[in-house]
């Protein structure tokens, strides 16, 4: 399930994606494994549009990639 939802993210985030940040599959990786650690208890991951959009804004905030 994890690797359907790293591409979802690669074809939004990564080069030539529909909001092309330039991320990269490993800097999606790292974003969703520190999304998947700090999930409040009552959050559950679904790998749906709302993980996509925390895995964005991580991208942001750690690896310091622009949303267009």
Known sequence: MLS???????????SGGLYDMGATRDQ???AT???LQ???PAADFCGD????EKV???LI????LVFP
Do not use: N, P, T
């Open 28 to 30: 999606i990786e790292q």
């Open 56 to 58: 964005r804004d991580i």
């Open 38 to 40: 700090h999930l409040s």
């Open 49 to 52: 549009s709302v993980d996509r």
């Open 4 to 14: 359907k939802f790293f591409d979802y993210c690669l074809s939004f985030y990564g």
């Open 33 to 35: 494994a520190h999304m």
């Open 61 to 64: 905030e750690q690896f310091g």
